[in-house]
């Protein structure tokens, strides 16, 4: 390897450029752990449960404000106009597909119920997988199935809660239509809902090896990234699309839906792995290999220890040669340096020890 092409050396230059400047290698770390674990498909399972999910749920919310607010037209549709506001683009047409179901009541409450309990299980399911496989949790400590089950329960909850959180917001929405500053206490309020409901949804899904605080970053970043994606969303319904809604038919309402909802399922798993990165401090990446850094070697380890199946079972990752940054390995005529020992990593013998070790 101590030939290379001028395209090569370019490519080593700008590989050397984002390693030398904290967050530029930051966030090709980030990058670079999303395709580590294959996140893409991870988005894809959680984008195809919340599909599922949003029209029991909506549903069931249609119905049981058609029971309980039967008298009360005017606050029946501020209700579902907040639950809506989740979709702005494509909210109304959502209202208008449901609206004939409430008729059957006792049927769609029915429906309703076990559409949702099954969409949302679902969602939960998909969801703890994602974080099992964002945070490299070894199979052997992974939590069994009761309690999946009984996380799933508490997202539920937290689900309930959520639209009750936005239902109360709607009202500050309604009014910063026609005062700036109103509208901009708003969004405040929308932002510091967001991060507690992210923060809530994190906390249940994500294993108990990983500590709280460990997921405050990705929380702040999850929680004001949707508050602006639905911010953006309703600006361009109001500005750019107002009047517009018969442009969208049957296919238009589920493309732009399923599209909806990847936009904020990618940003619920960035914002996971940059608790990933920080935590087990995965930057620099090198972008070319040879040769691995530091960070480069920590990240394949973790994705060899997460296949240990078993407690009893034993799993090791080493490496022949110390890391090199791409500046080194410039300056060494690019050679690897395999005149010192590599590291060794090992499976956490016990769930509450560190995920990584040295």
């Known amino acids: 390897m101590g030939h290379v092409n001028v395209v090569e050396r370019m490519i080593r230059r700008v590989d050397g450029f984002q390693q030398r400047h904290r967050l530029p290698s930051f966030i090709f770390g980030v990058i670079k752990k999303y395709g580590d674990d294959n996140a893409g498909n991870l988005t894809v399972q959680v984008t ?6 949003v029209f ?7 119905t049981i404000l058609g029971i309980v607010l039967a008298g009360h037209p005017g606050e029946r549709a501020r209700v579902l106009h907040s639950a809506l506001g989740q979709f702005p683009i494509i909210g109304q047409q959502l209202g208008h597909n449901i609206h004939a179901i409430k008729r059957s009541s006792v049927l769609g409450l029915a429906f309703g119920i076990g559409g949702l309990i099954y969409g949302a299980t679902g969602l939960a399911q998909a969801a703890l997988y994602a974080m099992e496989q964002i945070w490299n949790i070894p199979a ?5 199935y009761l309690t999946r089950m009984a996380r799933a329960g508490v997202f539920l909850v937290e689900l309930g809660v959520a639209l009750i959180l936005t239902t109360v917001l709607a009202g500050f929405g309604t009014f910063g239509r026609h005062d700036f500053w109103l509208g901009v206490v708003g969004e405040i309020l929308a932002a510091v809902i967001n991060v507690t409901l992210y923060f809530a949804a994190f ?3 994500t294993p108990r090896q ?3 605080r460990s997921l405050i970053p990705g929380v702040v970043v999850g929680g004001v990234a949707w508050t602006l994606l639905q911010a953006a969303g309703g600006y361009v319904v109001g500005h750019d699309l107002r009047g517009a809604s018969a442009l969208y038919g049957f296919f238009g309402l589920v493309l732009g839906l399923v599209a909806w909802i990847y936009l904020g399922a990618q940003i619920t798993i960035y914002s996971a792995e940059i608790n990933t990165v920080l935590h087990h401090r995965l930057w620099p990446r090198g972008m070319v290999q040879p040769p691995l850094t530091a960070a ?6 973790l994705q060899v220890i997460q296949n240990q199946r078993r407690p009893e079972q034993h799993v090791t990752a080493s490496f022949r040669g110390r890391p090199m940054t791409q500046d080194e390995y410039r300056e060494r005529g690019y050679r690897v340096d395999n ?3 590599g590291i060794e990593r090992r499976s956490p013998s016990d769930p509450d020890e560190p995920l990584m070790q040295g």
């Open 48 to 53: 195809y449960a919340m599909f599922v999910s």
């Open 56 to 62: 029991p749920l909506l549903l069931l919310l249609v």
């Open 339 to 341: 005149s010192s020992p």
């Open 203 to 205: 906390r249940t899904l």
């Open 296 to 301: 480069d070697q920590r990240s394949l380890a």
């Open 140 to 144: 052997a400590v992974r939590p069994n």
């Open 210 to 212: 990983v500590r709280t």
